[in-house]
């Protein structure tokens, strides 16, 4: 990998929660290392309310952060991409456009949020657990050294953060 900025793409199927999580993090504390990116395959059109709420009650910016299309990222004449990253088991399972720059790829499955059940409480709760093992991966992978590593063994490492605690039941599918 090069010294320069690491330019990450998360992607998820709404882009309304997880992914967005994903972006908001890395860009805070990958400080100034990486800039992160999000994007869906049938996006909701807008981020969740209760991630919006998550990510201010951790302290984080919401400024910026939108549901889109992963049209955005793909094709020819876009920037290039040195990671993208899949967060929900579904946006795995999709055929994918070509990305530029050919990036390593990877899968974090994260249970979807979005789609608990129950109170308000069990509902925010469901959020504050996503964002919490987001978080973790994230910092797994603003500690790697990421510019000293091959594109073989940074495949291996976001693999290996992929085990890491809250992975989804399709994550270990979704990667063989």
Not at 36 to 50: D, I, R, T, Y
Request: hydrophobic letters at 40%; charged letters at 20%.
């Amino acid at each position: 990998m090069s010294e320069a900025v690491l330019q990450v793409l998360f992607l998820c199927t709404g882009n309304s929660a997880r992914s967005i999580f994903a972006e908001a993090l890395l860009n805070q504390l990958g400080q100034g290392r990486f800039q992160a990116f999000s994007a869906g395959s049938f996006p909701k059109g807008e981020v969740h309310p209760l991630a919006l709420h998550e990510l201010r009650q951790r302290g984080y910016s919401t400024e910026g952060l939108r549901s889109k299309s992963w049209a955005e990222f793909s094709g020819e004449g876009r920037a290039p991409l040195d990671l993208v990253i899949t967060v929900c088991d579904n946006a795995a399972g999709e055929t994918c456009p070509v990305w530029p720059g050919q990036p390593v790829t990877a899968h974090w499955g994260i249970e979807d949020p979005a789609a608990a059940t129950g109170d308000d409480w069990e509902r925010k709760a469901a959020f504050a657990r996503a964002f919490g093992y987001l978080e973790r991966r994230i910092e797994l992978l603003v500690n790697l050294p990421v510019q000293r590593l091959d594109r073989l063994r940074l495949s291996q490492q976001l693999k290996e953060i992929a085990q890491s605690p809250g992975a989804s039941s399709g994550a270990a599918r979704a990667d063989s």
